[in-house]
């Protein structure tokens, strides 16, 4: 289908770690990474009329004594696996097929994946019959239909803009005009403002020393 899928891919940016994306530079100027808060999250509230959590993957509940950073990351990899699958099994095996070798998460089971889900979905009530229908692919060309209108617009004007799909990378002095450019384009597509944040960059890292 047409209306499935179209991220843009392909760029060696997009294969490296991403610690090591702080330390791109484009035309020998350090760069800022600006990302659109929870993306597809928030596209399944918009396609409802409603308004989600600022940071819908930070939890009000705790579970399995994990630090709130380690919480947020399960949930946030959870809940994305969990949209682009078919059921909650193989979401589950999904999940504990991306864990880097050794980690702690790997070896959570069904029954502790449930929970996090579950609670998850206690708290975002709203989109709880989006999960686990394959529903990713849908989201994906919607953000990429956003995508598209970065790129085109820093493409016009000579400017690099890098693409991860719902973040992009641009040369510091670049970033207000990046940042209004990602609002603008959301605006276009669903007459809403979605949140940004800033990732840790190069720039705020030290770089300005």
Known sequence: SWTQGGRFYGGWWQRIPKESRVDIVINDKPTIEIDFKAMHVSILYAELGKTGEFDPYKLRSTHLDLSPKDQRNVIKKLVLTCINASSREQAFK????????????????????????????????????????????????????????????????????????????????????????MVEAAGIEWKRFFSLTRKKSAWTSGCKK
């Open 94 to 181: 999904a999940f504990r097929s991306d864990q880097e070798a050794g980690s702690p998460f790997k070896k959570f089971t069904n029954e502790e994946l449930n929970l996090f889900l579950d609670s998850f979905l206690t708290e975002n009530e709203p989109i709880r019959d989006y999960i686990c229908t394959g529903k990713g692919l849908e989201l994906m060309y919607r953000d990429s239909m956003i995508a598209e209108r970065v790129i085109e617009h820093f493409t016009d004007l000579d400017i690099p803009v890098l693409s991860m799909h719902d973040s992009f990378i641009i040369q510091y002095d670049k970033s207000l005009d990046l940042r209004a450019k």
